[in-house]
Nanobody, 118 residues
Framework: QVQLVESGGGLVQPGGSLRLSCVAS????????MSWYRQALGKQRELVAI???????DYADSVKGRFTISRDNAKNTVYLQMNSLKPEDTAVYYC????????????WGQGTQVTVSS
């Protein structure tokens, strides 16, 4: 069983930066994609950034050039560096580890709140 724990969220002013971390416990040998999602109040959950086992990445258009996803395999950790934050980035951010072929390998963290406000 895999457990994911996010950290690093908080309140930040527009234009500021935050670095989110997600640490996994348990075996993640079956995981081939690590990602960050977010869900703003009253809106659908959306994919923000993803990194695959081959280290390729993809981002939502709304965050390209501002957010960077990375991982540290030795620490079973995925990061999301968020720069130039905007009020519309306000949401609960969730990390997700999954296998794109085998759906039973699909794990979510509890979420961490990011609030961008002056």
């Amino acid at each position: 069983q895999v457990q994911l724990v996010e950290s690093g969220g908080g309140l930040v002013q527009p234009g500021g930066s935050l670095r989110l971390s997600c640490v996994a416990s348990g075996s993640i040998f079956s995981i081939n994609a690590m990602s960050w999602y977010r869900q703003a109040l009253g809106k659908q959950r959306e994919l923000v950034a993803i990194i695959f086992s081959g280290s390729s990445t993809d981002y939502a258009d709304s965050v390209k050039g501002r957010f960077t996803i990375s991982r540290d395999n030795a620490k079973n950790t995925v990061y999301l560096q968020m720069n130039s934050l905007k009020p519309e980035d306000t949401a609960v951010y969730y990390c997700n580890f999954r296998n794109w072929v085998e759906s039973k390998y699909d794990y979510w963290g509890q979420g961490t709140q990011v609030t961008v406000s002056s």
